[in-house]
């Protein structure tokens, strides 16, 4: 048997949504304890419902519309710090992860502006804060733009990563599904004042988009990492650029492959090869460890097993992941870098 990290080895976890990582038991009792009218009343079915299933066909969009009742779920106050403190205290316990980086759309808790957005955040925030008093533990949130969304919306929630900064908000992401609204130009200057104030950028790109949208993204909004990234591997380009640039990528095996990004572990095989040779930084995460049925360790130990990763090129991921978070050592932090660009500096410097 290939070796394997050990338990005692603490983790961190870039890219695991809030929608799939908390465990269907919980968002059963959330949903009931809410008076949430459900399709079933059979707690199996409703299991199904909300993760993977061998029965339904493997697909990008299909996996998409399991956040439909995840992200109703968890359209409250009480719903959101709930399911941010169980997830990060789970994860700790299950996977020794210690850094915990917890991204989701704030937008889609408020229940279409009837709950306050506000209210929203500060209850993830709280959720961080009852975690961090029972673990050693250090999480952060990343917000999720929606490349649905209009720009007018992104922007809201993007100034709420701001304005929250202070609170456990580490950065923010792009996600959801294809849309022929969406350029990646149009938000170069927000990404660019977000940047200013410190927070951490990443995209979701090079997983069932274009790959030349790759490139445009790394031009145009100079991410820090790219959530997935596995379709750069086809793109010598896209490959040059991620390597001079110092970005490191944000892989969710079983997530691609349930969703059909890539075909199997061969091709995966492939793609790790691709980017060692080019140099490229990698990360190993979830996605959604509740949804998919699986953990940094199961994942790490697929790869360990298959013969894809070797133990140190494991224990190298792991150490990447820990380096490249988002969420800060606060005590090795000066004092003056904390404090942010005035809005008229970055107006200027935008300008």
Known sequence: MPRQLPRKTPLA??????????????????????????????????????????????????????????????????AVERAVYEVVGGAYRKNNITTMELRFNPMKRNRGGEQDLDHIIAAAARGMDRATLEYPVKPGLIFCLDRA?????????????????????????????????????????????????????????????????????????????????????????????????????????TSNLNTGVVSGWEEFRWIFDTLRRNEVRFTINTDGPEMLKTYIRDELATLGRLGILSLEEQEQAAATALAASFVPNVSDVPLAAREPAPREAVEREEA
Not at 52 to 66: E, H, I, K, P, T
Not at 230 to 248: F, L, N, Q, S, W
Request: net charge neutral.
């Open 13 to 78: 976890e870039l890219h695991c949504h809030l929608g799939g990582a908390v465990t269907p038991a919980i968002m059963w009792g959330i949903a009931h304890a809410q008076g949430i009218r459900l399709p079933t009343k059979d707690y199996w079915e409703f299991r199904d419902m909300i993760t993977v299933s061998n029965r339904r066909a493997r697909s990008f969009d299909g996996y998409l519309q399991l956040f439909h009742w995840t992200e109703l779920i968890q359209s409250s106050p009480l």
């Open 149 to 253: 969304f209009p720009y007018e919306l992104n922007e809201i929630i993007a100034e709420k990563a701001i304005a929250w900064r202070d609170r456990g908000i580490v950065g923010i992401d792009i996600a959801g599904p294809e849309s022929a609204t969406f350029r990646v130009a149009d938000y170069r200057r927000l990404f660019r004042r977000v940047r200013q104030f410190g927070l951490g950028i990443t995209v979701h790109t090079g997983e069932a988009g274009p790959v030349d949208e790759i490139a445009r993204v790394v031009e145009l909004l100079e991410p820090d990492r790219i959530g997935h990234g596995v379709k750069a591997a086809y793109d010598p380009r896209a490959m040059t650029m991620i390597r001079e640039r110092g970005i490191v990528l944000e892989i969710c095996p």
